[in-house]
């Protein structure tokens, strides 16, 4: 716990106790990707090293709640602080919608290898089960019998793998886009800071 309260205190925070994730950039083209330099703000993607940052800094904070301060050269009129909200939001809200897509499909993909794993393991105590003599027939049997036991188990085991190592941190990954979707965001200029 005073490992979580050093790290909170690295970060500004309001009078009514919410985190500040400040974001400083001279203008606002800054924010965003370069390669569609005549997409209107709300199309363009946000620039990846700060869509990265935004992520770090609330799987960081963990479960407090936030704001995103943004500091540029001047602050831009209140349509456009508007559009560049909208931007942030629809940004990613995209990306959880990426997220959920991918884990659903990971997801069916895991059950797919149970089902298999569980087929295969019944196949292979259905028929394995009532060879006790060891003639060259039988051994090929047997070995066939194994080799079905051993896939059903590694289908099964691809399943918990999937679930363990991909589920759950996806699960994470769409909660962080989520809060970062519905966040509060602030202007500020650079004259601002400090007073």
């Known amino acids: 716990m005073a490992m979580k309260k050093d790290?909170?205190?690295?970060?500004?925070?309001?009078?009514?106790?919410?985190?500040?994730?400040?974001?400083?950039?001279?203008?606002?083209?800054?924010?965003?990707?370069?390669?569609?330099?005549q997409a209107p703000f709300h199309r363009k993607d946000l620039d990846e090293e700060l869509a990265a940052y935004l992520i770090d800094c609330v799987r960081e904070i963990g479960r407090v709640d936030f704001i995103i301060r943004i500091t540029l050269d001047s602050i831009?009129?209140?349509?456009?602080?508007?559009?560049?909200?909208?931007?942030?939001?629809?940004?990613?809200i995209?990306?959880?919608?990426?997220?959920?897509?991918?884990?659903?499909?990971?997801?069916?993909?895991?059950?797919?290898?149970?089902?298999?794993?569980?087929?295969?393991l019944f196949l292979s105590l259905r028929f394995g089960g009532g060879m006790t003599s060891v003639s060259a027939r039988l051994v090929y049997e047997r070995v066939l019998v194994e080799g079905v036991t051993i896939a059903a188990w590694v289908s099964m085991w691809e399943s918990l793998t999937i679930l363990m190592f991909s589920y759950w941190p996806a699960r994470q990954r769409i909660r962080l886009n989520s809060r970062i979707a519905g966040a509060e965001v602030r202007f500020q200029s650079h004259l601002e800071v400090g007073r």
């Open 94 to 120: 995209y990306q959880q919608e990426l997220i959920t897509a991918s884990t659903r499909r990971q997801l069916r993909k895991s059950l797919l290898f149970l089902f298999g794993g569980m087929v295969l």
């Open 7 to 37: 790290i909170l205190e690295r970060y500004d925070r309001l009078d009514d106790g919410r985190v500040v994730i400040d974001v400083y950039a001279s203008k606002v083209e800054e924010l965003y990707e370069d390669f569609d330099k």
């Open 76 to 92: 831009p009129s209140g349509e456009f602080q508007e559009r560049i909200r909208s931007s942030l939001r629809q940004f990613f």
